[in-house]
């Protein structure tokens, strides 16, 4: 959906975004704050988003998305809660790590990956048997490993057997 933008780019569409929804514009000393950059870095990136189409932007006036940087811009927020969404309700992160980790995989995560993520969740938030079960065991697998062997040895095997290519169950001590 819309223009191919760097990591950057899109993390000053997210804040113009939110800023423009607490007062309806950005100033470049508002998005510079939030973003913890100098005004000139701001500055430059306005100009490419302007180019793009992205932002309407004068120097010293207020910013606003144009209709396609909303468009982009809400695609990302939706992007960064369907990341946070799998990281705490299915993965069981720690909420402290949810925001930064959703911000990190939200720029590398491609259409298609990102609509698996959204057909994963809709399919685990649907009702039905099962799922809830699902996801206890895989929280106790976290916590405890599997066969009485602890998660990080599983882990250990899983990448061991996939560099092999012989993907199979995770064994006990006892059976390594």
Not at 18 to 43: C, P, Y
Request: glycine share 6%; proline share 2%; aromatic share 8%.
């Amino acid at each position: 959906m819309g223009a191919v933008l760097s990591a950057a780019l899109e993390d000053y569409l997210g804040v113009i975004f939110h800023l423009q929804q607490e007062k309806r514009f950005a100033l470049v000393r508002d998005i510079a704050d939030r973003s913890n950059v100098a005004k000139s870095a701001v500055t430059s990136a306005l100009r490419t988003l302007s180019e793009r189409g992205m932002v309407n932007y004068k120097p010293y006036e207020p910013v606003t998305l144009s209709a396609k940087g909303n468009e982009q811009a809400e695609w990302l927020m939706l992007r960064r809660q369907i990341l946070e969404d799998f990281l705490t309700n299915i993965l069981g992160l720690d909420p402290d790590r949810v925001s930064v980790t959703a911000c990190d995989m939200e720029h590398a995560v491609d259409r298609e990956s990102m609509e698996r993520f959204i057909c994963f969740l809709a399919f685990m938030h649907s009702k039905g048997t099962g799922k809830t079960n699902w996801i206890s065991g895989f929280r106790r697998f976290v916590d405890r490993g599997a066969n009485n062997s602890t998660c990080k040895n599983c882990i250990k095997q899983y990448l061991e057997q996939l560099k092999q290519g012989t993907m199979g169950a995770c064994k006990t001590p006892n059976q390594t």
